[in-house]
């Protein structure tokens, strides 16, 4: 829900969240009683054209990840990617963004992510893809993410990415008004 808190913190409301783990929904639940939380697998949900200006996904990240096997789209997590395409074809929303690990980029050589974005651009969207460093966007982690986001072309609505800041936010003033 790291990503989702992000987007309602940026005033974005959620249409639904799928996560397919019942001990992260249970998390979940907890901390965000409001949000529509459906547990299952992404494969059996319905889609449709108009539910959301925005899809957001985080599809699973092991496969592509350089502590992982790195079988890519051979093993089942990896094509979930085709799930997150699947909910962007059928939504036709007019912003898709993509979040991953950076070892994403050059998986396979670089074919892993070019199938991915030439997925996208068939499905009439303009992509730009970045690594973004959370420790310099006021995130007191360090932490490598790929974000990959699609524009539908026929939208005039350019692709940016945050600006990095020049400091970072160390762990012992992020907790700083915490209780004991």
């Not at 974005?12 to 799928?18: C, G, P, R, S």
């Not at 496969?63 to 890519?72: E, I, V």
């Not at 997590?77 to 699947?86: D, I, K, N, V």
């Not at 070019?114 to 970045?130: I, Q």
């Amino acid at each position: 829900g790291g990503t989702a808190l992000g987007m309602e913190n940026a005033g974005i409301a959620h249409v639904l969240l799928n996560e397919y783990d019942k001990y992260a929904c249970e998390t979940l639940r907890i901390n965000k009683s409001n949000w529509n939380i459906v547990e299952k697998d992404v494969r059996e949900l319905t889609f449709f054209e108009g539910q959301a200006d925005i899809v957001q996904g985080g599809f699973p990240c092991q496969t592509f990840s350089y502590a992982g096997k790195k079988m890519g789209f051979e093993d089942i997590r990896g094509t979930l990617f085709f799930e997150f395409a699947r909910c962007v074809k059928e939504v036709k929303p007019k912003i898709a963004i993509g979040e991953n690990v950076k070892g994403l980029l050059n998986h396979d050589n670089g074919r892993t992510i070019k199938v991915m974005v030439n997925v996208l651009e068939e499905l009439g969207y303009n992509v730009k893809y970045k690594v973004v460093k959370s420790q310099y966007l006021d995130v007191p982690q360090k932490r490598e993410r790929l974000i990959i986001i699609g524009v539908r072309k026929d939208l005039n609505i350019p692709i940016s990415f945050p600006k990095e800041k020049d400091y970072i936010i160390p762990l012992r003033e992020a907790l700083n008004r915490c209780p004991k």
